[in-house]
Protein backbone atom coordinates (compact mmCIF):
# COMPACT_ATOMS: atom_id res chain seq x y z
CA UNK A 1 0.00 0.00 0.00
CA UNK A 2 1.03 3.37 -1.07
CA UNK A 3 0.05 7.10 -0.44
CA UNK A 4 -2.09 7.99 -3.45
CA UNK A 5 -2.16 11.66 -4.61
CA UNK A 6 -5.70 12.75 -2.87
CA UNK A 7 -6.80 15.23 -0.83
CA UNK A 8 -7.42 14.46 3.17
CA UNK A 9 -11.27 14.49 4.03
CA UNK A 10 -11.87 15.48 7.42
CA UNK A 11 -13.97 13.21 8.35
CA UNK A 12 -11.83 10.62 7.45
CA UNK A 13 -10.01 11.10 10.44
CA UNK A 14 -12.92 11.85 12.69
CA UNK A 15 -14.13 8.11 11.91
CA UNK A 16 -10.39 7.18 12.01
CA UNK A 17 -10.58 8.16 16.08
CA UNK A 18 -14.24 7.25 16.62
CA UNK A 19 -13.04 3.49 15.37
CA UNK A 20 -9.89 3.63 17.58
CA UNK A 21 -12.08 4.57 20.44
CA UNK A 22 -14.32 2.01 20.19
CA UNK A 23 -12.69 -1.43 18.60
CA UNK A 24 -16.12 -1.59 16.57
CA UNK A 25 -16.66 -1.12 12.64
CA UNK A 26 -20.44 -1.43 13.89
CA UNK A 27 -20.52 0.91 17.09
CA UNK A 28 -18.28 3.92 15.54
CA UNK A 29 -20.41 3.81 12.74
CA UNK A 30 -23.72 4.42 14.37
CA UNK A 31 -21.79 6.92 16.77
CA UNK A 32 -20.89 9.13 13.76
CA UNK A 33 -24.30 8.87 11.81
CA UNK A 34 -22.87 6.66 8.71
CA UNK A 35 -23.65 3.50 7.01
CA UNK A 36 -21.01 0.54 7.79
CA UNK A 37 -19.45 0.55 4.43
CA UNK A 38 -19.20 3.63 3.69
CA UNK A 39 -17.49 4.20 7.12
CA UNK A 40 -15.29 1.48 6.26
CA UNK A 41 -14.74 2.91 2.96
CA UNK A 42 -13.38 6.04 4.84
CA UNK A 43 -10.74 3.94 6.87
CA UNK A 44 -9.64 2.18 3.98
CA UNK A 45 -9.59 5.56 1.89
CA UNK A 46 -7.41 7.03 4.97
CA UNK A 47 -5.07 4.50 5.14
CA UNK A 48 -4.78 4.36 1.56
CA UNK A 49 -3.96 8.40 2.00
CA UNK A 50 -1.50 7.89 4.84
CA UNK A 51 -0.07 4.45 2.73
CA UNK A 52 0.10 2.26 6.19
CA UNK A 53 -2.86 -0.01 7.72
CA UNK A 54 -3.48 2.20 10.43
CA UNK A 55 -6.15 -0.60 11.78
CA UNK A 56 -5.77 -4.36 12.67
CA UNK A 57 -8.48 -5.90 11.94
CA UNK A 58 -7.74 -9.37 12.64
CA UNK A 59 -7.54 -8.27 16.10
CA UNK A 60 -11.01 -8.13 17.92
CA UNK A 61 -11.90 -5.89 19.22
CA UNK A 62 -10.53 -3.69 16.31
CA UNK A 63 -7.22 -1.87 17.36
CA UNK A 64 -4.65 1.01 15.69
CA UNK A 65 -1.89 -0.89 14.40
CA UNK A 66 1.84 0.54 15.70
CA UNK A 67 1.60 3.13 12.47
CA UNK A 68 -1.78 3.41 13.92
CA UNK A 69 -1.05 4.18 17.26
CA UNK A 70 1.31 7.28 16.18
CA UNK A 71 -1.06 8.45 13.60
CA UNK A 72 -4.18 8.67 16.39
CA UNK A 73 -2.07 10.49 18.41
CA UNK A 74 -1.49 13.39 15.43
CA UNK A 75 -5.02 13.03 14.07
CA UNK A 76 -6.53 13.77 17.48
CA UNK A 77 -4.14 16.81 17.71
CA UNK A 78 -5.21 17.94 14.01
CA UNK A 79 -9.15 17.41 14.54
CA UNK A 80 -8.71 19.76 17.79
CA UNK A 81 -7.27 22.46 16.16
CA UNK A 82 -9.56 22.61 13.49
CA UNK A 83 -12.28 22.70 15.24
CA UNK A 84 -10.90 25.11 17.44
CA UNK A 85 -9.78 27.28 14.43
CA UNK A 86 -13.84 27.12 13.24
CA UNK A 87 -15.08 28.64 16.28
CA UNK A 88 -12.45 31.13 16.01
CA UNK A 89 -13.29 32.15 12.63
CA UNK A 90 -16.81 32.26 13.60
CA UNK A 91 -16.10 34.59 16.27
CA UNK A 92 -13.88 36.98 14.03
CA UNK A 93 -16.44 36.71 11.19
CA UNK A 94 -19.08 37.93 13.71
CA UNK A 95 -16.94 40.71 15.49
CA UNK A 96 -16.09 41.84 11.69
CA UNK A 97 -20.44 41.86 10.74
CA UNK A 98 -20.32 44.03 13.85
CA UNK A 99 -17.64 46.57 12.83
CA UNK A 100 -18.36 49.62 11.29
CA UNK A 101 -15.90 51.75 8.89
CA UNK A 102 -16.93 55.06 8.67
CA UNK A 103 -14.94 58.54 6.83
CA UNK A 104 -16.05 61.50 7.66
CA UNK A 105 -14.79 65.18 6.84
CA UNK A 106 -12.78 66.72 9.84
CA UNK A 107 -15.44 69.26 11.37
CA UNK A 108 -18.23 66.52 11.66
CA UNK A 109 -15.69 63.99 12.75
CA UNK A 110 -15.46 65.94 15.95
CA UNK A 111 -18.42 68.44 16.31
CA UNK A 112 -21.30 66.06 14.89
CA UNK A 113 -19.89 62.17 14.55
CA UNK A 114 -19.44 61.31 18.57
CA UNK A 115 -23.02 63.12 19.48
CA UNK A 116 -24.65 60.85 16.50
CA UNK A 117 -22.62 57.65 17.29
CA UNK A 118 -24.15 58.07 20.89
CA UNK A 119 -27.61 58.05 19.46
CA UNK A 120 -27.41 55.07 17.09
CA UNK A 121 -25.96 52.93 20.44
CA UNK A 122 -29.02 53.22 22.43
CA UNK A 123 -30.63 51.34 19.45
CA UNK A 124 -27.95 49.53 17.94
CA UNK A 125 -25.25 47.07 19.67
CA UNK A 126 -21.83 48.29 17.85
CA UNK A 127 -18.52 46.15 17.31
CA UNK A 128 -15.52 48.30 16.16
CA UNK A 129 -15.64 51.40 14.66
CA UNK A 130 -12.77 52.65 12.00
CA UNK A 131 -12.30 56.20 11.10
CA UNK A 132 -10.94 58.05 8.38
CA UNK A 133 -11.15 62.03 8.70
CA UNK A 134 -9.76 63.65 5.99
CA UNK A 135 -11.26 66.20 2.96
CA UNK A 136 -14.40 65.41 1.57
CA UNK A 137 -12.84 64.78 -1.80
CA UNK A 138 -10.48 62.20 0.06
CA UNK A 139 -13.57 60.61 1.65
CA UNK A 140 -15.34 61.08 -0.98
CA UNK A 141 -12.75 58.68 -3.04
CA UNK A 142 -12.82 55.94 -0.36
CA UNK A 143 -16.64 55.38 -0.72
CA UNK A 144 -16.44 55.40 -4.57
CA UNK A 145 -13.86 52.70 -3.67
CA UNK A 146 -16.22 50.79 -1.08
CA UNK A 147 -13.21 50.69 1.18
CA UNK A 148 -15.73 52.72 4.06
CA UNK A 149 -19.46 51.46 4.74
CA UNK A 150 -20.24 55.07 5.23
CA UNK A 151 -19.41 58.42 4.51
CA UNK A 152 -20.77 61.64 6.51
CA UNK A 153 -20.41 64.81 5.12
CA UNK A 154 -22.28 68.16 4.63
CA UNK A 155 -24.48 68.70 1.90
CA UNK A 156 -26.49 70.91 -0.19
CA UNK A 157 -29.07 70.25 -3.19
CA UNK A 158 -27.25 73.17 -5.24
CA UNK A 159 -23.73 70.77 -4.49
CA UNK A 160 -23.01 67.92 -7.18
CA UNK A 161 -21.35 64.61 -6.10
CA UNK A 162 -19.92 61.61 -7.48
CA UNK A 163 -22.04 59.26 -5.46
CA UNK A 164 -24.66 59.02 -7.18
CA UNK A 165 -27.78 56.82 -7.62
CA UNK A 166 -28.87 53.67 -8.15
CA UNK A 167 -24.96 52.76 -7.02
CA UNK A 168 -25.46 55.00 -3.82
CA UNK A 169 -27.97 56.93 -1.39
CA UNK A 170 -28.41 58.97 1.44
CA UNK A 171 -30.13 59.52 4.63
CA UNK A 172 -30.00 63.39 6.01
CA UNK A 173 -29.02 63.06 9.90
CA UNK A 174 -28.81 66.17 10.76
CA UNK A 175 -29.01 70.00 10.23
CA UNK A 176 -26.65 72.66 10.12
CA UNK A 177 -25.66 75.91 9.15
CA UNK A 178 -22.31 77.78 7.72
CA UNK A 179 -22.43 81.28 9.76
CA UNK A 180 -19.72 84.28 9.36
CA UNK A 181 -18.08 85.12 12.23
CA UNK A 182 -15.18 86.98 13.83
CA UNK A 183 -12.77 87.40 16.62
CA UNK A 184 -15.07 90.24 18.61
CA UNK A 185 -13.14 94.03 19.38
CA UNK A 186 -12.81 95.26 22.74
CA UNK A 187 -16.13 96.45 22.69
CA UNK A 188 -17.56 93.04 22.06
CA UNK A 189 -18.39 93.97 18.19
CA UNK A 190 -17.06 91.87 15.40
CA UNK A 191 -13.72 92.90 14.56
CA UNK A 192 -14.44 92.37 10.75
CA UNK A 193 -17.75 93.04 9.92
CA UNK A 194 -19.39 92.56 6.46
CA UNK A 195 -21.73 94.84 6.68
CA UNK A 196 -19.53 97.57 8.14
CA UNK A 197 -17.90 100.38 6.14
CA UNK A 198 -14.76 99.30 5.51
CA UNK A 199 -12.90 101.03 3.16
CA UNK A 200 -10.71 97.94 2.35
CA UNK A 201 -11.93 94.36 1.43
CA UNK A 202 -12.42 92.22 4.49
CA UNK A 203 -10.12 89.69 5.30
CA UNK A 204 -11.52 86.24 4.35
CA UNK A 205 -10.42 82.73 5.69
CA UNK A 206 -10.93 80.44 2.56
CA UNK A 207 -11.73 77.00 1.99
CA UNK A 208 -9.68 74.86 -0.20
CA UNK A 209 -11.41 73.51 -3.60
CA UNK A 210 -11.09 69.81 -1.88
CA UNK A 211 -13.37 70.88 0.86
CA UNK A 212 -16.97 70.38 0.56
CA UNK A 213 -17.84 73.20 2.59
CA UNK A 214 -16.02 74.96 -0.03
CA UNK A 215 -17.86 73.83 -2.85
CA UNK A 216 -21.63 74.42 -1.11
CA UNK A 217 -20.23 78.49 -0.18
CA UNK A 218 -18.75 78.78 -4.06
CA UNK A 219 -22.30 77.68 -4.98
CA UNK A 220 -24.14 79.80 -2.08
CA UNK A 221 -22.40 82.57 -1.55
CA UNK A 222 -20.57 83.54 -4.80
CA UNK A 223 -21.06 86.99 -3.53
CA UNK A 224 -18.39 86.19 -0.44
CA UNK A 225 -15.64 85.79 -3.07
CA UNK A 226 -16.15 89.16 -4.67
CA UNK A 227 -12.61 90.97 -5.21
CA UNK A 228 -14.09 94.59 -4.17
CA UNK A 229 -15.28 93.59 -1.02
CA UNK A 230 -13.32 90.09 0.42
CA UNK A 231 -9.50 89.39 0.42
CA UNK A 232 -9.01 85.76 1.07
CA UNK A 233 -5.90 85.72 3.73
CA UNK A 234 -5.52 81.98 4.69
CA UNK A 235 -6.64 79.08 2.42
CA UNK A 236 -7.62 75.24 4.07
CA UNK A 237 -9.73 72.44 3.67
CA UNK A 238 -9.92 72.62 7.63
CA UNK A 239 -12.42 74.23 8.84
CA UNK A 240 -10.68 73.55 12.45
CA UNK A 241 -8.10 75.51 11.27
CA UNK A 242 -9.68 78.51 10.02
CA UNK A 243 -11.60 78.70 13.06
CA UNK A 244 -8.57 78.61 15.01
CA UNK A 245 -7.18 81.89 12.98
CA UNK A 246 -10.36 83.45 13.31
CA UNK A 247 -10.15 83.52 16.96
CA UNK A 248 -7.02 84.91 16.53
CA UNK A 249 -8.91 87.65 14.66
CA UNK A 250 -7.42 87.19 11.55
CA UNK A 251 -10.16 87.69 9.23
CA UNK A 252 -14.24 86.33 8.77
CA UNK A 253 -14.69 82.39 8.46
CA UNK A 254 -18.18 80.78 7.71
CA UNK A 255 -17.80 77.94 9.82
CA UNK A 256 -20.85 75.19 10.77
CA UNK A 257 -22.72 76.60 13.87
CA UNK A 258 -21.58 73.37 15.58
CA UNK A 259 -18.21 73.84 15.45
CA UNK A 260 -18.03 77.59 17.10
CA UNK A 261 -21.24 77.43 19.25
CA UNK A 262 -19.36 77.17 22.80
CA UNK A 263 -17.12 79.71 21.20
CA UNK A 264 -20.18 82.53 20.28
CA UNK A 265 -22.05 81.20 23.53
CA UNK A 266 -18.62 82.81 25.58
CA UNK A 267 -18.34 85.78 23.50
CA UNK A 268 -14.61 84.82 21.84
CA UNK A 269 -16.36 84.64 18.31
CA UNK A 270 -19.50 86.88 17.49
CA UNK A 271 -21.78 86.71 14.03
CA UNK A 272 -20.33 88.97 11.62
CA UNK A 273 -23.00 89.56 9.28
CA UNK A 274 -27.08 88.96 9.59
CA UNK A 275 -28.72 85.86 9.36
CA UNK A 276 -29.02 86.31 5.29
CA UNK A 277 -25.55 85.29 4.88
CA UNK A 278 -25.47 82.08 6.71
CA UNK A 279 -26.21 79.13 4.75
CA UNK A 280 -28.53 75.78 5.49
CA UNK A 281 -26.78 72.49 5.76
CA UNK A 282 -27.69 69.00 5.49
CA UNK A 283 -25.23 66.44 7.51
CA UNK A 284 -25.89 63.82 4.97
CA UNK A 285 -25.01 59.71 5.40
CA UNK A 286 -23.90 57.93 2.09
CA UNK A 287 -23.70 54.44 1.62
CA UNK A 288 -23.77 51.97 -1.55
CA UNK A 289 -26.48 50.39 -2.37
CA UNK A 290 -25.09 47.08 -2.20
CA UNK A 291 -25.59 44.59 0.92
CA UNK A 292 -23.76 45.07 4.02
CA UNK A 293 -22.94 43.61 7.40
CA UNK A 294 -25.73 42.96 9.41
CA UNK A 295 -24.81 45.74 12.18
CA UNK A 296 -24.36 47.98 9.29
CA UNK A 297 -27.26 47.59 7.99
CA UNK A 298 -29.18 48.29 11.32
CA UNK A 299 -27.47 51.67 11.76
CA UNK A 300 -28.82 52.41 8.30
CA UNK A 301 -32.23 51.36 9.32
CA UNK A 302 -31.90 54.02 12.01
CA UNK A 303 -30.16 56.65 10.10
CA UNK A 304 -32.70 56.18 7.15
CA UNK A 305 -35.97 56.27 9.65
CA UNK A 306 -34.45 59.26 10.89
CA UNK A 307 -34.28 58.08 14.63
CA UNK A 308 -30.88 59.45 15.23
CA UNK A 309 -29.47 62.81 14.45
CA UNK A 310 -28.70 65.56 16.05
CA UNK A 311 -29.83 68.96 14.99
CA UNK A 312 -27.97 72.45 15.39
CA UNK A 313 -30.01 76.07 15.83
Known sequence: ???????????????????????NFSRAAQARAI?????????????????????DRARHPAAPTPAGEVFVVTARDVVLRLLQARTRAHEAHEQASRSLQFAATHVLSLAFFPRWLQ????????????????????????????????LLCYGHSAVKTRLLPPEFEFACVGEDRLVPVSAPDAGGQPQHQIDGDA?????????????????IMRDRMPGAFDAQRFKPV???????????????????????????????????LTSAAGPEWSIPLEVRLFRATDSLAPTAEAVWAQAAAGRAGPKNP
Open 199 to 215: HEPLPVLAYSEASGLGQ
Open 119 to 150: QVEQQVQLGAIHMVSDSYQACEELMLQRRVQF
Open 234 to 268: MTSHHAVLLKTMALEGRGVAWLPHSLVSAEMADKR
Open 1 to 23: MGPVNRPLDLEWLEDFLALAESG
Open 35 to 55: AQPAFSRHIRALEEWAGVELI
